[in-house]
């Protein structure tokens, strides 16, 4: 079965300082992963998905995250953060595979908080 | 365009009541999920929809739980008998169909629905 970690509840950072959020995942085949996005009282927005192709992916806002099979991780970072990037993120695995639907799969989530 | 749309925002119901939530997804996406999001949480799998058929319900916590989606387009999720423990966000997302075990399609999520079961 898939299923992903994420390895802090809470990350505090200064504005201008780089982002870490760790994410490990567990899946018996190639995984889809993804990282969304929830700020407060709003939808969930996806930042950005590896799907097979490079191992370093580009999202919006200047985040990305690097698919390390080796470690089964999925880190998402951001070389400098902004006060508008406090928010839930959310580590997500598809489903996807043989005989699946591709429904999405969420850690539990990683509070960003952003200090001025 | 138009994103996923979902009605209402916000639910009261007391405990007991039988409730209707609305999610209009995006023009020409036929898969459809719901998703409950418990506080604190992160959102869980509740069931898929492919056009009209309901291919999946595995996560519908009881069987006052109820989804349809009768013309492929609009889906309802229906709560009978709600209880506390039904308080959450239920969100609803969309996508183009993903092709199994080869490529998994963006699914969009409307703005959910806030339920508070008194």
């Known amino acids: ?116 | 365009g138009a994103g996923v749309s979902q009605s209402p925002r916000y639910k009261v119901a007391k405990r007991g009541q039988d409730v209707a939530l609305r999610c209009d997804p995006i023009s020409g996406h036929v898969s459809l999920f719901w998703y409950q999001q418990a506080l604190g949480q992160g959102p869980e799998f509740l069931t898929y929809f492919q056009n009209e058929a309901q291919l999946d319900k595995s996560g519908l916590p009881s069987d006052r739980f109820f989804a349809e989606r009768p013309e492929g387009s609009v889906s309802t999720l229906k709560i009978q008998r709600t209880q506390q423990e039904d308080s959450a966000v239920y969100l609803c997302a969309s996508s183009l169909p993903s092709l199994r075990g080869v490529l998994q399609e963006t699914q969009y999520f409307g703005p959910g629905t806030r339920l508070l079961v008194l």
């Open chain 1, 1 to 116: 079965a898939q299923s992903v970690t994420q390895l802090d509840s809470h990350v505090s950072v200064s504005e201008g300082t780089p982002v870490l959020l760790r994410c490990n995942y567990s899946s018996s085949y190639s995984p889809s992963l993804f990282w969304y996005v929830q700020h407060p009282n709003k939808g969930l927005q996806l930042l950005l998905k590896y799907t097979s192709a490079a191992t370093l992916v580009k999202g919006i806002n200047g985040f990305e995250a690097e698919f390390k099979k080796s470690e089964t991780s999925f880190h998402l970072t951001k070389p400098s953060a902004h006060m508008s990037d406090a928010a839930e993120y959310f580590c997500v695995v598809s489903d996807l595979g043989s005989g699946n639907t591709g429904k999405l799969i969420f850690g539990q989530g990683t509070t960003l908080q952003v200090k001025p």
